[in-house]
């Protein structure tokens, strides 16, 4: 329900961020859907660091024996 009222009345979302502040055109659920999208992404490519990180970790250590 408070969705489909900030979509009917809202044609510009301000977002602030940690790091920053994004303005976008658009309603409450376009805001949401690339927020999700955007949110998933960093977290597939936090996930694929975190593994060459420890892939790293390992390779250093079997060298240093």
């Known amino acids: 329900m408070k ?3 900030l979509d009917k ?14 303005i976008m055109q ?4 376009t805001w ?3 927020k999700d999208r955007q949110d998933n992404f960093e977290k597939v490519s936090n ?3 975190q ?3 420890n ?3 390992i390779a250093s250590k079997n060298s240093a024996k």
């Open 3 to 5: 969705r489909n009222f």
């Open 9 to 22: 009345v809202v044609n510009h979302i301000i977002a602030i961020n940690n790091t920053n502040i994004e």
């Open 26 to 29: 658009g309603n409450f659920s």
């Open 32 to 34: 949401k859907e690339n």
């Open 47 to 49: 996930e694929k660091l």
């Open 51 to 53: 593994k060459d990180i």
């Open 55 to 57: 892939r790293l970790e």
